[in-house]
Nanobody
């Protein structure tokens, strides 16, 4: 059974930093082709924030490139998202995503709120 549990969301002021974590059930990071962070703001569609493949190739949305860093620790079965220079537009629920044999799996989400 695939389980993804996000943590680290909080309320911060603009310019601050947060580190999100996604604890995955055993072997998820090993068997997933790619892991990713998505976010969904109120009234908006869910959007890709950052993605990392099992070969550690990364890509980022234009809105976060240079501010956010995605990483993975297969030994700890954990995906991370380091978020720096946060702006109010980053306010959203952040979701962890894993793709295993073509199937997408999601966590329950963690709320990030950035105030100006």
């Amino acid at each position: 059974q695939v389980q993804l549990v996000e943590s680290g969301g909080d309320s911060v002021q603009a310019g601050g930093s947060l580190r999100l974590s996604c604890a995955a059930s055993r072997n998820v990071l090993t068997y997933s082709y790619a892991m990713a962070w998505f976010r969904q703001a109120p009234g908006k569609e869910r959007e890709l924030v950052a993605r990392i493949t099992n070969s550690r190739r990364t890509n980022y949305s234009d809105s976060v490139r240079g501010r956010f860093t995605i990483s993975r620790d297969n030994a700890k079965s954990t995906l991370y998202l380091q978020m720096n220079s946060l702006i109010p537009e980053d306010t959203a629920v952040y979701y962890c995503n894993a793709v295993i044999q073509g199937t997408h799996y999601w966590g329950q989400g963690t709320q990030v709120t950035v105030s100006s």
